[in-house]
């Protein structure tokens, strides 16, 4: 069969063969190749237990000869490219992928079938990790239980993160009109991917549902307030993932002061950062942020070109207010973050509870008091329940109550819930952060899944399967498998429950949300 050398497609082929640290056996044994057509060029994936599998699609340039600029799109190639690894992640910090690279643009597509007549519902994943890690080539985001039991094509994809996404230049240096949001754009480029080529994978590009968790719900949730992204998707899903407002550009400018400062780089010579080793780059990030304190902080900036105002402040913006969208977090956010294992908890009474809770409640709110409050309300709670509900409710899930609140007053279609799934795995974590993903996914079974195996867990996981690919079929995410589930008004915050009962509750936690309700929230970041 004619082909094409695939270093030339992919930018390095041992990189992209080692994209993850797997066994052999977590990977199906393919039966047979699949061969369809994009706008660019033929590729090549895999048959696998019925579905056509494709790894390491590309679709953006290297972005290491642009760097901080706005992404391109592919040159098209002739014969066939290969497509049946994973390609390299965005360079990071974590060292978790085996492989990483500034050619990181490409996505992955699981479809039970490529026939352009299908016209099957396109499921869109975008990773978290804020937006200075992650990617989705890790086992809990493989997308072969959702395509095979909604008949839905799955996608994930890979993009720039921290300063090779984010980092803004363009108050000191005129050639980076796009640095700050340059990670926004890969996606946007990748959505346009989809709306040109999933036809011939079996996909509708008019029925697009996004969907993200944590960093991954914060990038859709901004998106939908950039023009440049109308129109490109019918549906959304963030889970743990709000983004209320964006860093505003004179903090955007404080950060790259600093990271420009650890770098040894001065404004005056920013032609260096073009020429940098890729690895000087992310030794960087470890410089302070200014505004926030620890590690360096990039995301999407308000830079009046990309993105001209907040995602949902002071309302929500109402380019994307047609779209259904399902809001979620978890009951135990913070237990995810917080080791209860670690300095913050080992230890704790209610002697230091106050002094240790305070930085983690990201907002300017008397931390005394705060107990004081729970310590009444819930007189039953050790220092350690107040420590994790008190900042749960002030830190990881204010931006879900703007945004839902915000959404029901421009009288959107809105569906919000909480994941209550106590972890049988880890069970002093409860139902924390991330916890959402393999339920979603239906890769319980995953390397990182603390959700178990067992007949909950698995009756919970199809539920709530079920809800996302009804809402990327439909835009609604109703299905005969649980109760009914009303979109979200005022004042009633209608909420589904996700546990090991699946129940449909009023307003939860309305005491937390008035109490931290008295301080305004801002976005950390911003």
Same mark, same amino acid.
């Given at each position: 069969m004619e082909g094409i050398?695939?270093?030339?497609? $992919?930018?390095? =082929?041992? $990189? /992209?063969?080692? *994209?993850?640290?797997? %066994? *052999? /056996? *977590?990977? *199906? /044994? %393919?039966?047979?190749? =699949?061969?369809v057509s994009t706008t660019k060029g033929r590729v090549r994936g895999t048959v696998e237990d019925g579905l056509h599998v494709f790894r390491g699609l590309r679709y953006g340039q290297n972005t290491r000869p642009h760097r901080f600029q706005a992404p391109r799109a592919p040159e098209p190639w002739s014969g066939i490219a290969d497509a049946t690894a994973f390609a390299p992640s965005c360079p990071q910090r974590s060292d978790r992928y085996a492989s990483t690279s500034e050619d990181c643009l490409f996505l992955n597509v699981w479809t039970p079938g490529p026939d352009p007549r299908a016209k099957r519902p396109v499921m869109v994943y975008i990773h978290g990790g804020a937006y200075s890690s992650g990617s989705v080539v890790d086992p809990l985001n493989y997308g072969h239980h959702l395509a095979s039991r909604g008949d839905v094509v799955v996608v994930t994809l890979n993009h720039r993160l921290n300063a090779f996404g984010y980092l803004y230049l363009s108050r000191l240096d005129s050639r980076f009109p796009d640095s700050g949001n340059a990670g926004q754009l890969d996606q946007i480029l990748a959505l346009q991917w989809i709306r040109a080529n999933i036809a011939n994978f079996g996909g509708d590009p008019g029925r697009v549902m996004v969907f993200g968790q944590s960093g991954g719900g914060a990038k859709i949730a901004t998106m939908m307030g950039m023009p440049a992204a109308k129109g490109l998707f019918h549906s959304a899903a963030t889970m743990s993932g709000q983004q209320v407002t964006a860093s505003g550009p004179l903090n955007a400018t404080a950060r790259t002061h600093a990271f420009l400062a650890d770098l040894g780089v001065p404004e005056s010579d920013l032609g260096r950062l073009l020429t940098m080793p890729t690895e000087a780059l992310v030794e960087g990030l470890d410089a302070t942020d200014p505004v926030l304190g620890g590690r360096v902080y990039f995301g999407p900036v308000l830079d009046m070109k990309w993105l001209t105002r907040h995602p949902f402040w002071p309302d929500a913006n109402p380019q994307s207010n047609h779209i259904p969208m399902i809001l979620g977090n978890t009951l135990d956010e913070t237990r995810a973050f917080v080791d209860p294992d670690g300095p913050k908890i080992t230890g704790l009474d209610w002697s230091n509870i106050a002094e240790r809770m305070a930085p983690e409640l990201r907002i300017d709110i008397h931390p005394e008091w705060v107990v004081a409050q729970f310590r009444e309300r819930y007189p039953a709670y050790t220092p350690e329940q107040v420590f994790y509900a008190a900042t749960t409710a002030g830190r990881s899930w204010r931006g879900q109550v703007i945004e839902a609140d915000e959404r029901a007053r421009a009288g959107t279609p809105t569906w919000v819930y909480r994941v209550d799934y106590q972890s049988p795995v880890e069970p002093r974590r409860g139902a924390p952060h991330t916890i959402d993903i393999p339920l979603v996914f239906g890769t319980l079974d995953a390397e990182g899944s603390i959700t178990g195996t067992g007949l909950k867990a698995r009756e919970l996981s199809r539920r709530m399967m079920d809800s996302f690919i009804a809402l990327a079929r439909v835009g609604d995410p109703n299905h005969g498998g649980i109760p009914e589930w009303p979109v979200h008004t005022l004042p009633d915050r209608q909420t589904m429950l996700f546990g090991t009962e699946v129940r449909l509750t009023n307003d939860p936690r309305q005491w937390e949300r008035e109490l931290f309700g008295r301080v305004p929230y801002i976005q950390p970041g911003s």
């Open positions: 050398d695939r270093r030339r497609f $992919l930018g390095n =082929s041992a $990189l /992209a063969a080692a *994209a993850l640290s797997l %066994p *052999a /056996a *977590a990977y *199906a /044994a %393919p039966e047979r190749s =699949s061969v």
